[in-house]
């Protein structure tokens, strides 16, 4: 009795999970057609998103989520910064983003913030003060340094300089990228933040 009652809970647990290997097999497929589209043939596509899964396994971040977020972000800021500059920012900001334990719709906002300021060539102080200030500590204060502005009045020099378009977007998006992940990624603060219960989690939970 006890056998026959194994049997059908172990059938009932595989029955169930079946639909959810299905969805997950098309979700894969939907990122690998997107990949495709946005880069400049199939195999520079697989290249691109076999690079955002190794960033993914590497961070504990959760695959596909993560890889949509790179798709749309790869194909508006990689035609503005080319291939080796786009990847260096996301990563960067990945890796604040699990030190920083970001969570997912944060992370989002985020590279959107980032992606606007690219694809239409100017900052907009909504864009920095509210989807990233609002994400990232002190995001307004190394923003300011990262170009050059420092001392008591440097956001609001700052500001104004954005203000009168005198800050290349191109030059700003890398050097602030680099100084988020300066200040608060380490390799130290990196291998606690991948012994975190949230990091563990989504390690065991990836399965793409």
């Known amino acids: 009795m006890f056998g026959a009652?194994?049997?059908?809970?172990?059938y009932s647990s595989v029955r169930?999970?079946?639909?959810?290997?299905?969805?997950?097999?098309?979700?894969?497929?939907?990122?690998?057609?997107?990949f495709n589209a946005v880069s400049?043939?199939?195999?520079?596509?697989?290249?691109?998103l076999n690079w955002?899964?190794?960033?993914?396994?590497?961070?504990?971040?959760?695959?596909?989520?993560?890889?949509?977020?790179?798709?749309?972000?790869f194909a508006t800021v990689s035609k503005n910064m080319g291939?080796?500059?786009t990847r260096k920012v996301f990563e960067q900001w990945a890796e604040a983003f699990r030190v920083l334990h970001i969570d997912p719709e944060r992370q989002t906002r985020v590279l959107y913030a980032l992606r606007e300021m690219s694809?239409?060539?100017?900052?907009?102080?909504?864009?920095?003060?509210?989807?990233l200030g609002s994400a990232v500590p002190d995001a307004m204060n190394i923003a300011a340094k990262s170009m050059g502005f420092v001392g008591p009045k440097?956001?609001?020099?700052?500001r104004a300089a954005i203000k009168a378009g005198n800050v290349d977007v191109k030059k700003f998006i890398p050097a602030f990228s680099a100084a988020i992940n300066k200040q608060y990624v380490s390799q130290n603060a990196?291998?606690?933040?991948?012994?975190?219960?949230?990091?563990?989690?989504q390690l065991i939970n990836t399965h793409w």
Do not use: C, W
């Open 154 to 158: 440097a956001v609001e020099k700052f």
């Open 5 to 10: 009652f194994f049997g059908y809970d172990l």
């Open 83 to 85: 291939q080796g500059t």
């Open 52 to 73: 955002i899964g190794a960033q993914s396994k590497r961070l504990g971040l959760d695959f596909l989520r993560t890889a949509d977020d790179y798709s749309i972000f």
């Open 16 to 34: 169930n999970l079946i639909p959810e290997l299905v969805h997950t097999s098309q979700q894969l497929g939907a990122m690998k057609s997107r």
């Open 119 to 131: 694809s239409k060539g100017k900052i907009y102080m909504q864009d920095l003060a509210l989807q």
């Open 190 to 201: 990196l291998n606690y933040a991948m012994e975190q219960t949230d990091a563990q989690l």
């Open 40 to 48: 400049t043939s199939a195999s520079a596509g697989a290249d691109e």
